[in-house]
């Protein structure tokens, strides 16, 4: 049981959006700590695609955006293609654990 | 640009220890506001986090792990390590080094990852 709560799966077609929900509480989100995302492919090391809430490293494209609302926070990807298709994960810290913590993952399909 | 590279034995038997470095290039461990952390995922499932050295020497660690693991950073050599002990099955992951930048709290750079099979 992860501390942020993640869909096990979401899915679109392509050129669709899609959004993917992060729940957390009162001692990591709520708290007032940012919120990250990675997408990780099959068999390759997760890749950094929005830092602090909202920002993309460059190179990332602006068809992902990232929000944040009182203990949860979301990714949308606009415009789908089938490239997207990965496990996507939160990440955010909590001040009870004293430390970082992950979301379970999100496994996007591009139908 | 900075580069992580994990190394160590593939294989460790139960009860051992664990032990791996991550080797950084592109930039000094001891430079700048970062955090070097570790984190593990067993085939099929998550993310697990499992703890973090700030350049000062400060930690932090996963409480569900905390009694067992040890990170600490060599300047010399551009490296820190991850010492994880009495290691069973449940510790089989694929383990990842990244650089955690201070402030945000984000992995902004990962290695590429090593297999850690714990089998007798």
């Known amino acids: 049981q992860s501390v942020l709560t993640q869909p096990p799966s979401v899915s679109g077609a392509p050129g669709q959006r899609v959004t993917i929900s992060c729940t957390g509480g009162?001692?990591?989100?709520?708290?007032?700590?940012?919120v990250h995302w990675y997408q990780q492919v099959p068999g390759r090391a997760p890749k950094l695609l929005i830092y602090?809430?909202?920002n993309r490293p460059s190179g990332v494209p602006d068809r992902f955006s990232g929000s944040k609302s009182g203990t949860s926070a979301s990714l949308a990807i606009t415009g789908l293609q089938a490239e997207d298709e990965a496990d996507y994960y939160c990440?955010?810290?909590?001040?009870?654990?004293?430390?970082?913590?992950f979301g379970g993952g999100t496994k996007l399909t591009v139908l | 640009q900075v580069q992580l590279q994990e190394s160590g034995p593939g294989l460790v038997k139960p009860s051992q220890t664990l032990s791996l470095t991550c080797t950084v290039s592109?930039?000094?461990?001891?430079?700048?506001?970062?955090?070097w952390s570790w984190i593990r995922q067993p085939a099929g499932k998550g993310l697990e986090w499992i703890g973090r050295?700030?350049?000062?020497?400060?930690?932090d660690y996963n409480p569900s792990l905390k009694t067992r693991v040890t990170i600490s950073v060599d300047t010399s050599r551009n490296h820190f390590s991850l010492r994880l002990t009495s290691v069973t099955a449940a510790d089989t992951a694929v383990y990842y080094c990244a650089r955690e930048r201070g402030g945000y709290h984000v992995l902004d750079h990962w290695g590429q990852g090593t297999l850690v099979t714990v089998s007798s």
């Open positions: 990440q955010s810290d909590d001040s009870s654990l004293s430390g970082s913590v």
């Open positions: 050295m700030y350049s000062s020497g400060s930690t």
């Open positions: 009162t001692s990591n989100i709520g708290a007032g700590y940012d």
């Open positions: 592109g930039g000094s461990i001891s430079s700048g506001s970062y955090y």
């Open positions: 602090g809430n909202n």
